[in-house]
């Protein structure tokens, strides 16, 4: 599913749930005030506060819909969030009101009336807050959104409250009005850990904050086994509403023009997506590694070390010297037969694939085709082009950093 489809699922999703919550607040509260239950007028002043929690959500939602503009480039995502800092401070204010009024009613305690329809109204509530929590979960799992997902677990909370109020309405019946003060306090402390809750993770998130450390460690590893990359520097991951943006930055294997960065972030992003849910957009920034030793290797005709003579053919050069370089000084070097100069078709290619083998981060070559130049270009060996006017190995390795790329094939 896209982004656009996983918010229009997560809009109907708040929006049911508001409905059904609306309904079962009206209900608790009209039989609380006709029963007496103080119990069961603190549930339905719960569960209204789940209402303003799902409509937080609903609105924040439906504002991440929005196209962004100049002014918000990054979306209205961050509106849920905001709305739900809102709503925070009104569940921790109305939780202070509940148990004031507790306190009242436990001096001067008041009978139940109606014990029957109100106990009912009690186990109905329980049962329908449960489906409630149920359907937000799922939901909320399957589009990856920690607002859905933490509002169905505050209408799990409200489970636990009406069942209080089962057991304060229960406890009344057998002659333990008490008990249904006793019952507003409990809630009351749910009401401040929901406030508080919600306050903390809609804080985070305004302030950028990425909680699931386990997610930026296997990102890491997965970058770092592409081929290309030689190590992960720095990723970041911020949660605006549903959506995550992000910025990882990387190392590369040698030198890499932008049409190999452009490829390597095309896969880096991939990985990314596999791990992370709902992911807007991400910004991959490469640079090229530092090598300590340079490994050049150049065609030549025949084994006489650096006075070798060069070879024009890359494929029908019947051996390559290997030059280890490290601050500009040779510090050993090798001549190997070339295995795919009697090769009838490909000898090219071969050879490219057979320096790739030998690590070859840079290859001098006068001429060079379309295969060889690829498997070359996307290991990450850097083409130099061979002088006219050279006549051995040495003269060429002794300005091999002031050569031309060869930037295709010639």
């Given at each position: 599913?896209?982004?656009?489809?996983?918010?229009?699922?997560?809009?109907?999703?708040?929006?049911?749930?508001?409905?059904?919550?609306?309904f079962?607040?009206?209900?608790?509260?009209?039989?609380?005030?006709?029963?007496g239950?103080?119990?069961?007028?603190a549930?339905?002043?719960?569960?209204?506060?789940?209402?303003?929690?799902?409509?937080?959500?609903?609105?924040?939602?439906?504002?991440?819909?929005?196209?962004?503009?100049?002014?918000?480039?990054?979306?209205?995502?961050?509106?849920?969030?905001?709305?739900?800092l809102?709503?925070?401070?009104?569940?921790?204010?109305?939780?202070?009101?509940?148990?004031?009024?507790?306190?009242?009613s436990?001096?001067?305690?008041?009978?139940?009336?109606?014990?029957?329809?109100?106990?009912?109204?009690?186990?109905?509530?329980?049962?329908?807050?449960?489906?409630?929590?149920?359907?937000?979960?799922?939901?909320?799992?399957?589009?990856?959104s920690?607002a859905?997902?933490?509002?169905?677990?505050?209408?799990?909370?409200?489970?636990?409250?009406?069942?209080?109020?089962?057991?304060?309405?229960?406890g009344?019946?057998?002659?333990?009005?008490?008990?249904?003060?006793?019952?507003?306090?409990?809630?009351?402390?749910?009401?401040?850990?929901?406030?508080?809750?919600?306050?903390?993770?809609?804080?985070?998130?305004?302030?950028?904050?990425?909680?699931?450390?386990?997610?930026?460690?296997?990102?890491?590893?997965?970058?770092?086994?592409?081929?290309?990359?030689?190590?992960?520097?720095?990723?970041?991951?911020?949660?605006?509403?549903?959506?995550?943006?992000?910025?990882?930055?990387?190392?590369?294997e040698?030198?890499?023009?932008?049409k190999?960065?452009?490829?390597?972030?095309?896969?880096?992003?991939?990985?990314?997506?596999?791990?992370?849910?709902?992911?807007?957009?991400?910004?991959?920034?490469?640079?090229?590694?530092?090598?300590?030793?340079?490994?050049?290797?150049?065609?030549?005709?025949?084994?006489?070390?650096?006075?070798?003579?060069?070879?024009?053919?890359?494929?029908?050069?019947?051996?390559?010297?290997?030059i280890?370089?490290?601050?500009?000084?040779?510090?050993?070097?090798?001549?190997?037969?070339?295995?795919?100069?009697?090769?009838?078709?490909?000898?090219?290619?071969?050879?490219?694939?057979?320096?790739?083998?030998?690590?070859?981060?840079?290859?001098?070559?006068?001429?060079?085709?379309?295969?060889?130049?690829?498997?070359?270009?996307?290991?990450?060996?850097?083409?130099?082009?061979?002088?006219?006017?050279?006549?051995?190995?040495?003269?060429?390795?002794?300005?091999?950093?002031?050569?031309?790329?060869?930037?295709?094939p010639?």
């Amino acid at each position: 599913m896209t982004i656009k489809n996983n918010l229009c699922s997560g809009v109907n999703a708040s929006k049911n749930s508001t409905l059904a919550l609306v309904f079962l607040a009206a209900l608790k509260g009209i039989v609380g005030l006709y029963s007496g239950s103080t119990a069961l007028i603190a549930d339905a002043v719960h569960t209204s506060l789940d209402i303003f929690t799902s409509l937080a959500v609903w609105v924040g939602f439906k504002l991440s819909l929005k196209s962004s503009g100049e002014k918000f480039p990054y979306g209205y995502y961050k509106a849920e969030n905001l709305v739900a800092l809102f709503v925070s401070v009104i569940i921790l204010v109305s939780g202070v009101e509940l148990v004031r009024e507790a306190l009242v009613s436990i001096k001067d305690p008041a009978e139940i009336g109606l014990q029957g329809i109100a106990l009912g109204t009690a186990v109905f509530s329980v049962f329908a807050i449960y489906a409630i929590y149920k359907y937000k979960a799922r939901i909320g799992r399957q589009i990856d959104s920690q607002a859905l997902i933490a509002d169905a677990m505050h209408s799990y909370t409200d489970v636990f409250s009406s069942l209080v109020v089962v057991v304060a309405i229960a406890g009344s019946m057998l002659g333990m009005p008490w008990l249904d003060s006793i019952g507003v306090l409990v809630i009351s402390l749910m009401i401040f850990r929901l406030g508080i809750g919600i306050a903390r993770d809609s804080a985070l998130v305004l302030m950028d904050a990425w909680l699931d450390k386990g997610s930026i460690t296997r990102i890491r590893q997965a970058v770092g086994d592409i081929q290309g990359v030689n190590m992960v520097e720095d990723i970041r991951l911020r949660k605006s509403g549903l959506v995550v943006f992000g910025e990882i930055v990387i190392e590369t294997e040698g030198d890499a023009d932008l049409k190999r960065v452009e490829m390597l972030s095309g896969e880096i992003k991939r990985v990314i997506k596999k791990e992370i849910k709902n992911l807007e957009h991400v910004v991959v920034n490469a640079r090229p590694g530092k090598m300590a030793v340079v490994r050049v290797a150049v065609p030549v005709e025949a084994q006489d070390g650096l006075h070798s003579k060069l070879s024009p053919h890359l494929g029908k050069a019947p051996f390559f010297i290997i030059i280890d370089i490290e601050d500009n000084n040779i510090k050993g070097w090798d001549i190997i037969e070339n295995p795919a100069a009697d090769l009838e078709r490909k000898k090219g290619v071969k050879s490219a694939e057979f320096l790739v083998s030998r690590d070859v981060n840079v290859l001098i070559v006068y001429d060079i085709g379309a295969g060889p130049f690829y498997t070359l270009h996307d290991n990450f060996v850097k083409m130099l082009q061979m002088p006219d006017a050279a006549g051995n190995v040495e003269e060429v390795v002794d300005k091999v950093f002031d050569l031309n790329v060869v930037t295709s094939p010639t």
